[in-house]
């Protein structure tokens, strides 16, 4: 996106670095404990063994070649439509660390207008497979851009109803933001269509859903308890 804008004459970049720093392009992972440094790519991402719970979201971003290019640190200054996988990272409730020390994701994206800051990796305690869920719906398959995306990390008693709930949203703000009227309304509710009605009707409080060449706003307020029922259920 920087060197685009560049590319067609943003006068606001006036210059560009080029960091070989091998620590902003390396995986760790330790049991569930993931570090990803800021310019690992998501095709790198996609393609790790280790991650393959993250994969449905790296996949989402672009196609072959954006995913050669787009990075970790990248995709949290993305403006809306664009920065899928922050939306991932929001649900995760990741960590950003930058050149100033180290930042929860949520106050990092409410900050980001105007940052100096060099983000250096992100982390993360790796999901459960059947814990995290990731949707993106856009108009052109498979490489479109963002109608709206949805990412939820959910904890189930034994007895199924929900203890945990974290939902992140894309396209429903200028930036990723979470859901925060739909967790609370899923806590202590089953995943069935009677479950989480309360949450679906409650899916769209405090979101400002922003208009572009893709969709409206109105379109994307009516879209959501959709697309968030079917990933609930999926």
Known sequence: LVVRAANEGDVSVSGLVRSTEPSLSTIAVAGDKVRIGASVTMAAIADHPELGTLAKAARAVGGPAIRNMATVGGNL??????GDFAVALLALDATVSTDDGETPIETFLANRGGSRVVVTSVSFTLPKADSFRFLKVSRVKPKGVSVLS???ALELSSDGSVTSAR???GCMADRPMRARAAEKALIGRTLTADGIAPALAAAGDGTSPITDPIASAWYRAEVLPVHLGRLLLA
């Open 150 to 152: 949805i990412a939820g």
């Open 167 to 169: 939902i992140a949203l």
């Open 77 to 82: 200054f993305a403006p809306s439509p664009y």
